[in-house]
Each structure stands twice: as structure tokens, then as C-alpha cells.
């Protein structure tokens, strides 16, 4: 038996497609479109008003409703390998198909430019190439250095800063030239500012699943994170998260959980698989609950607005996918910690060399620390045709198993 | 050919000769695995550096163990010698963020093998002017920890003399490229491969006496090569001769190459500076490049098309790396352009496993067939 927060009632419908409409409304009137890729630092382009397009939401987006293999296969038939990311494939088959009316949302709004960083993978850049290529439209490359160390916001080597801040130095030239405005440091302040808040108010929101039994799980994090991600400098996202926080808040006084008898509190690494949400559904029918998710927690960060450049490296160079592994090590065991949880889930994600390598030594050093065991799943973020749900449930319910001998 | 042999006993027992070399000279073996290395810092402490190489002659075990099923085979098999303690003698690994495969596969190193030196250089991703500052600073930085680690000292002048010794081995190599543009060419691709192989893995003054005496001999060479098709291969690294021998036993011959383990990695030289570091982060940073690169698809493909029309190429095989994404991704347009170009291409994915080899002979063999069957 689990409980829906009322927050999340009707969210498709009521944020994630008024957000599209929007977006093809501001192309369709010339405003400036831009796709992004994730760790990004957005918060410039909203300070432009350059309406963000996210092609990984996107993705998402076309996995939930259950066309994203679709649109991979017609990448596929372009000669791009089955191997790839399954975002990019889905992506990309959006925008080479001609079949334009199985497109949820009706695709993604042709962008005016791209915008992408090496901040968490190589894939970005090529995949971001390709899209610039088909789409005939430019492209700018933050070129971030890796964070090999995995140094955190405060402990971050001052050249790795100095060369972010470069690169921000050589993007607000381009954003200037292709928007033909120029970018307004008060504007830009503005932006961080609100960004910060939705961040505070996000980690606010988090701090409540805290709470035995927990208010909220993965599902309703999965979508709520989208303000987080995707436009996190607006009063929309702070308006929403603050009506989510006074939610959670009186949950937790009243002790509602999101399951009613919650034995297993589990941290969820990396993406769920979006086309089978309902695989959450699943976990709580075994009496397991996700309290936090990594995804949730890569994103925040705390901006100065009088040192906008400055805290916008610190917010993205730490991103753990642009990092050692200590970084991602020390993130699940801080959350599994802070959560109180009793088991890790490590999915990997076939196209995802950054997410997949490395998993292992999580898995060691966690339960070496901490006692909690992991569980790694072989599943895909968007191609249900490398998951195979019998072998994934299997492996679930052995580890559940595993779990209910340590209650 | 006794010359021919050496090159191949070099690739072949590489592990012993890094072994002798490092009780001889009482100095550290340093491995590698990104052409964005600049060999010459680590040569100029007087270490041996040598390329961390992979191997199909046994199945890997240990590394399945760590690695996902969607990772790159040849990282695994690296990983995989790495554990079973072939690569004890390293006293280093240098590594760098040119593929994500690589890049996350260092964390495995560090955390499972007792490799006493772990260097990560910060590569950049393209070469604009801030790019080429950053990675001359990240040089500086790569050139003070091998000195601080290994107790030496580096001076102007002895980078200078190793760029000097590089060079000549990018010259010399050179040379051997152009005896393939003859017709038959007078050295198969397989030997080529063995030869760029093995400079990868013995100091560069050994190598280069050693091409010296191959430039002088083979001309005379008592076997030569038959007429074939006329191959370009491409893709990412290529650690074995395997691929190239079947393709040069159903009627190919490799001519030449855009691969790590060929053009890519020794086909632009250092050119002189006052400050040698600044001379090598420059070289690094525009050489040919590859495809983790940005922007810069124009410049290999431009690379590509000048190599085809050098070494009268008829046709392309692109070798693919099974999950080496950047250059899957680069794959299709490639493929689009130089199709565009008549020129014929077969693509072929594999796994860096002998398991595989078969269907591949198949394919290539009825390629070469269709190459001859164009009038």
C-alpha cells in the first residue's frame, strides 16, 4: 500500500507539458531555444531568458511514454550503434524521423544553438555533435577539465576553477552573439539566486525523507527533480518545491510514510529505467522504499550570487560523473548514512561507460564502511531491450532476502 | 628477415624487455594508454615509458569480475593482465581523460593493483588558445611530479634531446610509411603494425637503430609482397596483428592507417621552441586528432581523404571497438562522406577476444572480393 503526495498529482500533465508548449511557443516566436546537456550550467541561459531544451529530459520523456525504443531504432538504422547511449539514440531518432506524430509533445522545438559540456561524459559532446550536425545549428563545447582527484565544492584545485571560469568567459560571447543581447550581470545574479533557493529548498525537501518511515520515494523524486534539473532559476520551480516541502513537512509530523510498513530503506544510484516506473511500485510491494537518490543530490550546490562565475564551477566540477570514484563513493555513503538506509541500488546503464565502471568498488568500500550491502542491476535508462525484468527481479528478491536476515 | 623478427620479438616480449631494461638501468617503467601522453617528459627522467597494451592470447577472468559486460574489451584486458600481476613491474601509470572507458577504468587500477604512481593528466578537449594554456600548465604541473616522485631533475636540455630522439622516430616511421606507397608495397600492414607496436614499447634511440637497418635492408627484402587490394584501416587502437593478418590473407594489404596505434600516434612531429614543454603541449593538442576531440571531425576525415589519395587507397575498413563510444559516434558521418567519395567501406564492430575473429574473416573476404569486382 503506498500513499501519492498531492504535490505530484498530475505532473505530466501539469508541469512537463505546459514546459513543451512553452518551448515550441517561444521558437515558433523567435525567441532564442537552446538544447542543453546535464551539467550544463543553465543558470546563464535563464539569465539570457534562452528558453532551456534538455534532450535527456526529452529522452525521458519518450521512455515514459513508451516510444523511446522506437526513435532508437531509427538512429540505429542511421548506422549509430545499438551500443550507444540509449538517450542519444532516442534523441537523435526524434529528429531523423519522419514519422514527426509519434513524437510525445510533439518533439523537441528545432533550438536556435547547443550548448554542452565535458562535465560528465564524452558522450555529450559527440552526441551533441551529432544533433548540431542534423539539425544545421551551432554548437558551443564547454571543454571542462576532469575532476580526477574528486576533490568537493570547498577542496577543488584553484586551476581546475580558473580554467572553468575561462571557458564560462568564452560561452557568454557566444550566448551574446547568437541571442543578440548582452548578458546583464544583475540579470545574472538574479539567476543564481533563484537557483540557490530551489536548491536549498530541494535539499530541504530531501532532509524530510529522512524521517522513519520516509514521506516520499523515488518515483515522486524522479519527477520532481525536473525543476532541479531543467529550470532551476525560475520562481515556478521555488512556488512548487515549497508547496512539495510544506507537504512532506506535515507528513512527517503525522508520521505518514510512503509505504505504510516500510522495513527496507534503500539509496538508488544513477537513472531508473523511465519507461517502467512503476518498478518502484514493485520495491514498495516488498516492503523497500527509496530515500534518497544520487540523481537528487548531484545537482545542488551553493551559489554566491556575488561570485556568480566562481559558484557555478563549484556547483558543476564536482558532479560525480566528472570525477574519481572517491567522489561517488563518498556521496552514497554519506547518503546512506544521513537516510539511514540498509541497501544500495547500482544499476548500471548500458550505453553509460561513466555510471557502469567503477560500480564495484562502490559496492566493496560501502559495505566495507558502513555494513550496507549493494545490489548491481544490468538495466538501460530508455531501451527496455537491455532489460530483462524476470532476471531483475530475481536478483531484487534475493537481495530483499539478504536484507530481511540483517532486520 | 632478422629485422623484421626484432621488431616483432620487441612487441612479442615486451613485459621481459621492460623487465631487463628496469634491473639494467636501475630506473622506473612508466606505462601509458592515451596517444595525448607526452612520452618525451616521462622518457626525459630517464624512465622507459611504454604503452599499456592488452592481450588476446588468453581469455580474461579476473577483470569480469570488476568490469560491466558494456565495457571496452580492450580496457578490460588491460585490467585483466594488470591483475594477474603481468604489469607488476610498472613503478607508474600515466592516464588522461581522452576516452571514458579508460578514464573510468583508472579508478580500477588505483584501487586494485599496487602500482606505487598514479599521474592523471587533464587533457583538453579542444585546442583553442585557453585550451593550449591549460594543458602546457597541466604539463608543467605532470613534469614537477615525475621529478618530485622519481628524485630527478628535468632541464631544458634534456627535453631537447629526447624531442630530438622522438622526432627522428617519427621521421624514421615515416619513411617506412612511404615504402607502402608502392605498388605491391614493399611492407605488409601487419609488419608496419608490429613495427609501431614495438616503438611504443623500447626506448626510441633502440628503435631507431633499429629502423635505420630496416630502411637500408628491405629494399633487397627475398620476400616480397604480392599485389593486393590497396586497404586504409581505421578506428581506435589496435594491439594485436590478428585483424591486419586476415585481412591480408584473403587478398588485402593494408597501405595505410588512421588509428592510435599508427598515424595518429606518431605522424606530427615536435616543432622547436624555446620552452620544449610548450613545444610538446602544442604538438599533443593539434596532432591528428581523435575522435574524443571536438569539432575536429573536418581535420581526420581531411586526414583520411589525403592518406587515400598518398597511398592510392582503394578502400576503407573501419574497426570498431565494441562501446568505444566516440568513435561509434563518428561512425556514420564518416562512413557518409567517404562513401560520397566512391570509396568503398566496410564497418566491422568487434570484441578485443580471438572468439570473434571467424564471421569477421567472412566479411572481409567478401569486401575484398566486391573491391576487386569494381571495374
Redesign the interface.
Known amino acids: 500500500m503506498t500513499t501519492r503526495l498531492q504535490t505530484l498529482e498530475g505532473f505530466y500533465q501539469n508541469h512537463i507539458q505546459p514546459y513543451y508548449q512553452n518551448a515550441h511557443q517561444a521558437q515558433q516566436q523567435g525567441k532564442p531555444v537552446a538544447y542543453v546537456a546535464s551539467t550544463f550550467p543553465v543558470e546563464i541561459l535563464q539569465a539570457m531568458n534562452i528558453t532551456p531544451i534538455w534532450p535527456e529530459n526529452y529522452a525521458s520523456v519518450c521512455a515514459a511514454r513508451q516510444v523511446s525504443v522506437r526513435l532508437a531504432e531509427i538512429a540505429e538504422r542511421?548506422?549509430?550503434?545499438r551500443?550507444?547511449?540509449s538517450y542519444?539514440r532516442a534523441t537523435i531518432g526524434s529528429i531523423l524521423t519522419k514519422e514527426k506524430d509519434i513524437l510525445p509533445e510533439g518533439g523537441m522545438p528545432k533550438p536556435t544553438f547547443l550548448v554542452a559540456s565535458?562535465a560528465a561524459?564524452?558522450?555529450h559532446?559527440?552526441?551533441f555533435?551529432?544533433l548540431s550536425?542534423h539539425l544545421k545549428r551551432p554548437?558551443f563545447?564547454l571543454?571542462i577539465?576532469?575532476n580526477?582527484s574528486g576533490a568537493d565544492a570547498e577542496n577543488l584545485p584553484k586551476?581546475?576553477i580558473q580554467?572553468y571560469i575561462?571557458?564560462l568567459e568564452?560561452l557568454i560571447p557566444f550566448l551574446e552573439k547568437q541571442t543578440d543581447t548582452r548578458l546583464d550581470k544583475n540579470k545574472l545574479r538574479k539567476a543564481i539566486t533563484l537557483s540557490n533557493r530551489t536548491s536549498n529548498l530541494w535539499l530541504e525537501i530531501q532532509d524530510y525523507r529522512k524521517h522513519i518511515p520516509t514521506p516520499m520515494g523515488a518515483r515522486d523524486a524522479f519527477s520532481a527533480v525536473f525543476f532541479m534539473l531543467c529550470i532551476p532559476a525560475t520562481q515556478t520551480a521555488i512556488d512548487f518545491y515549497e508547496k512539495l516541502r510544506d507537504e512532506l513537512k506535515e507528513r512527517t509530523k503525522n508520521d505518514i510514510g510512503k509505504i505504510l510498513n516500510e522495513r527496507y530503506r534503500l539509496i538508488w544510484d544513477n537513472l531508473p529505467m523511465w519507461f517502467n516506473l512503476k518498478f518502484f511500485n514493485y520495491l514498495n510491494s516488498l516492503g523497500a522504499v527509496t530515500v534518497a537518490e544520487t540523481f537528487s543530490h548531484v545537482w545542488t550546490g551553493s551559489l554566491n550570487p556575488q561570485k556568480p562565475l566562481e559558484s557555478l564551477a563549484k556547483k558543476y566540477l564536482p558532479n560525480f560523473a566528472n570525477c574519481?570514484?572517491e567522489r561517488r563513493i563518498d556521496l552514497i555513503l554519506n547518503l546512506a548514512k544521513d537516510f539511514h538506509a540498509n541497501g544500495i541500488i547500482l544499476p548500471?546503464n548500458?550505453?553509460?561507460?561513466?555510471m557502469?565502471?567503477?560500480?564495484?568498488?562502490v559496492k566493496e568500500e560501502i559495505y566495507k564502511k558502513l555494513g550496507v550491502p549493494s545490489l548491481?542491476l544490468?538495466v538501460d535508462s530508455s531501451d527496455w531491450r537491455n532489460y530483462d525484468e524476470t532476471q531483475v527481479k530475481r536478483k531484487v528478491e534475493g537481495f530483499i532476502e539478504i536484507l530481511s536476515r540483517k532486520d | 628477415m632478422q629485422v623484421l623478427q626484432s621488431f616483432r620479438d620487441i612487441f612479442h616480449k615486451r613485459h621481459n624487455i621492460a623487465k631487463t631494461w628496469k634491473n639494467q638501468h636501475k630506473r622506473p617503467v612508466i606505462g601509458w594508454n592515451s596517444t595525448y601522453t607526452p612520452e618525451e617528459i616521462i622518457r626525459s627522467i630517464n624512465a622507459l615509458p611504454i604503452r599499456i597494451l592488452g592481450s588476446m592470447e588468453s581469455t580474461t577472468t579476473q577483470a569480469d569480475a570488476y568490469l560491466p559486460r558494456n565495457a571496452c574489451s580492450f580496457a578490460r584486458s588491460t585490467l585483466d593482465l594488470a591483475l594477474k600481476s603481468d604489469y607488476a613491474y610498472l613503478d607508474g601509470l600515466v592516464t588522461s581523460n581522452s576516452c571514458d572507458n579508460f578514464g573510468k577504468t583508472y579508478d580500477l587500477w588505483r584501487h586494485y593493483t599496487k602500482i606505487p604512481y598514479f599521474h592523471f593528466i587533464n587533457t583538453p578537449h579542444t585546442n583553442t588558445p585557453k585550451s593550449h594554456q591549460f594543458f602546457y600548465d597541466e604539463l608543467t604541473r605532470f613534469k614537477e611530479s615525475l621529478e618530485k616522485t622519481f628524485n630527478a631533475q628535468i632541464t631544458n636540455k634534456t627535453l631537447q634531446n629526447t624531442i630530438r630522439v622522438y622526432n627522428e622516430n617519427r621521421t624514421l616511421l615515416k619513411k617506412v610509411y612511404d615504402l607502402r606507397k608502392k605498388d605491391p608495397p614493399i611492407i605488409t600492414g601487419t609488419e608496419t603494425l608490429e613495427i609501431i607496436l614495438s616503438s611504443m614499447l623500447t626506448t626510441k634511440q633502440k628503435h631507431n637503430k633499429l629502423l635505420k637497418q630496416l630502411l637500408k635492408e628491405i629494399p633487397n627484402r627475398p620476400d616480397p609482397t604480392k599485389p593486393a587490394v590497396r586497404l586504409l584501416i581505421t578506428g581506435s587502437i589496435m594491439d594485436t596483428t590478428d585483424l591486419l593478418q586476415i585481412v591480408e590473407t584473403v587478398g588485402g594489404i593494408t597501405v595505410t592507417d588512421d588509428l592510435c596505434t599508427g598515424t595518429r600516434y606518431f605522424w606530427n612531429p615536435v616543432s622547436a621552441d624555446k620552452d620544449p614543454i610548450k613545444a610538446i603541449s602544442k604538438r599533443y593538442l593539434n596532432k591528428i586528432p581523435s575522435p574524443f576531440m571536438y569539432d575536429r571531425q573536418k581535420e581526420r576525415l581531411n586526414h583520411i581523404k589525403q592518406l587515400i589519395k598518398d597511398y592510392k587507397v582503394e578502400a576503407v575498413i573501419q574497426f570498431l571497438l565494441k562501446f568505444c563510444d566516440t568513435h561509434m559516434f563518428d561512425s556514420p558521418l564518416l562512413t557518409e562522406e567517404l562513401k560520397a567519395e566512391d570509396i568503398p567501406v566496410l564497418n566491422i564492430e568487434y570484441e578485443h577476444t580471438r572468439s570473434g575473429i571467424a564471421p569477421i574473416k567472412t566479411r572481409i573476404e567478401a569486401f575484398i572480393e566486391m573491391v576487386k569486382g569494381v571495374p
Open positions: 542511421h548506422d549509430y550503434s551500443d550507444l547511449c542519444a565535458t561524459c564524452d558522450t559532446l559527440k552526441w555533435q551529432v550536425h554548437l563545447l571543454d577539465p576532469y580526477s586551476h581546475l580554467h575561462s571557458q568564452e574519481g570514484i548500471t548500458w550505453g553509460c561507460r561513466m557502469s565502471i567503477g560500480e564495484t568498488i548491481i544490468d
